[in-house]
């Protein structure tokens, strides 16, 4: 079954998403470059020739800790050999990494081409795909220099999930957890199905849902100024656990940005709902499995004042949970934070 969904934002700039199984056989759109990683490119090699006939392609290194200048202008300079012309389009074929470097590129090159994504994980293909966000880490930060850049299309095919291990379908979960702490009806769906964390036949019937959450923020608020900020829902504390250790994926520092953020909540809300906010921490760790003792609050929190999101110098800048579908903008002292945040580790731990 094939849904559609069309994003166009206040500056008027049209992204088309369109979501069905096996899709990627039947793509029509003229591709003039295609960026992948090695991952990717080692699993569906002859299916990309196949599909891009003729077409050039570039396959950078996987992994987050390739997510740099390097890789960048690297990628810059194959499609400056390629001949790339101003009405050429790009394509990302990939997770997240992919998507980020792969659309900064796109939105670089000649002053802007066009740019197809096509997500192959799931924490691609319910978040990061859509909404125009492209970045670099740099200098230690994450995502620290980006564009706001809409592709012009985004085409999304579960069957690429098949070929996930169960890591990547956790790190997946991490952002179908947010949405879910950001929509009601979806997390009741997923508390009703505990059970069904880790089934792909019941995931991928949920990508649309994460999809229309995300879409929906976006036509409203595509570059972030306000109501998009709920998006960041776990993820200071989450990049800050994974500047300081960075080793486990994005996804699976999101749950636990997740699982202290909601308890932070709990502290300092007076409207938090405790009942809800405890659901939300079960089903989160069900999705992380044991919570690894890795986490030395005391060494992540320092790491948050980093955070490109914080607007004051000194405050550290949090959307949390508060009750079935509703969240809240806190904006904290670091003192403050960085007190919550240890004096949390020993229940989160527990």
């Known amino acids: 079954m094939m849904n559609r969904f069309a994003i166009e934002t206040e500056e008027k700039s049209t992204s088309e998403i369109v979501i069905e199984r096996g899709i990627f056989s039947s793509i029509e759109e003229r591709a ?16 990309i020739k ?3 006939k003729n077409v050039p392609v ?3 290194t996987a992994g987050e800790e390739h997510k740099t200048q390097e890789t960048l202008f690297d990628l810059l300079g194959e ?4 001949e790339l012309t101003r009405g050429d389009t790009l394509v990302c074929l990939g997770g997240g990494v992919v998507g980020d470097v792969g659309g900064l590129a796109s939105a670089l090159y000649m002053r802007g081409i066009s740019c197809i994504q096509i997500p192959t994980t799931l924490l691609s293909q319910v978040d990061s795909s859509v909404g125009g966000k492209t970045a670099i880490d740099f200098e230690g930060v994450k995502n620290m220099i980006g564009v706001f850049s809409q592709p012009k299309k985004v085409f999304v095919d579960c069957d690429f999930l098949k070929t996930l291990p169960q890591r990547e379908i956790r790190c997946g979960l991490g952002e179908i957890v947010k949405h879910g702490a950001l929509n009601g009806e979806l997390f009741q769906k997923l508390n009703k199905n505990r059970d069904r964390l880790f089934d792909l036949d019941f995931l991928s019937g949920t990508v649309s849902e994460n999809i229309a959450i995300k879409a929906d923020v976006i036509r409203r608020d595509a570059n972030e100024s306000g109501l998009r900020k709920c998006l960041n829902l776990g993820h200071t504390t989450a990049h800050a656990f994974e500047l300081r250790d960075r080793k486990l994926s994005h996804g699976e520092y ?7 953020e909601a308890e932070i909540a709990k502290r300092v809300l007076k409207e938090a709902d405790e009942i809800y906010l405890n659901e939300l921490k079960s089903l989160a760790r069900l999705a992380l499995g044991v919570v690894p003792e890795l986490c030395k609050a005391s060494e992540a929190a320092p790491l948050a004042r980093l955070d490109k999101k914080n607007r004051v110098l000194g405050k550290v800048s949090l959307t949390v949970p508060v009750s079935l579908g509703k969240y809240a903008f806190l904006e904290l002292s670091y003192a403050e934070y960085a007190e ?3 004096k949390t580790e020993r229940e989160i731990l527990c």
């Open 340 to 342: 919550l945040l240890v």
């Open 79 to 82: 499609m400056k050999k390629a």
């Open 32 to 47: 003039n470059f295609v960026f992948t990683d090695s991952n990717v490119y080692a699993l569906y090699e002859n299916k």
């Open 254 to 260: 999101v749950l636990i940005g997740i699982l202290f």
């Open 50 to 52: 196949a599909k891009f």
């Open 58 to 60: 570039y396959a950078m």
